[in-house]
């Protein structure tokens, strides 16, 4: 069984940073790209940044330039670094993984998974 687990968020005044992690474990042989996403209060979830296997990123416009995702392959961790943040990043923050290749020596799947959502609140 694949999880991932979230942690870092919590409550930043505005222009603060806050750095989210995301791990993922279990019977893991590899994970194609990573993400972060975020939802809003009354409004619709949102890609927020993007990384492939090899590095390379894509970002929501509203964050970039100030949001940095990168990753670990050998911790299977995904992490986003949020500098200067506003009000406007209030949310919940979810991990995502694609591609991700687990089982066992005899029986291997791929899926997708998804974290619990870690919030982060900006306000002053």
């Known amino acids: 069984q694949v999880q991932l687990v979230e942690s870092g968020g919590g409550l930043v005044q505005p222009g603060g940073s806050l750095r989210l992690s995301c791990v993922a474990s279990g019977s893991i042989f590899s994970i194609g790209a990573m993400g972060w996403y975020r939802q809003a209060p009354g409004k619709q979830r949102e890609m927020v940044a993007a990384i492939t296997t090899s590095g390379y990123t894509n970002y929501a416009d509203s964050v970039k330039g100030r949001f940095t995702i990168s990753r670990d392959n050998a911790k299977n961790t995904v992490y986003l670094q949020m500098n200067d943040l506003e009000p406007e990043d209030t949310a919940v923050y979810y991990c995502?993984?694609?591609?991700?290749?687990?089982?066992?020596?005899?029986?291997?799947?791929?899926?997708?998974?998804r974290g619990q959502g870690t919030r982060v609140t900006v306000s002053s």
């Open positions: 995502h993984a694609y591609g991700v290749v687990s089982g066992s020596t005899n029986y291997r799947s791929t899926d997708d998974y």
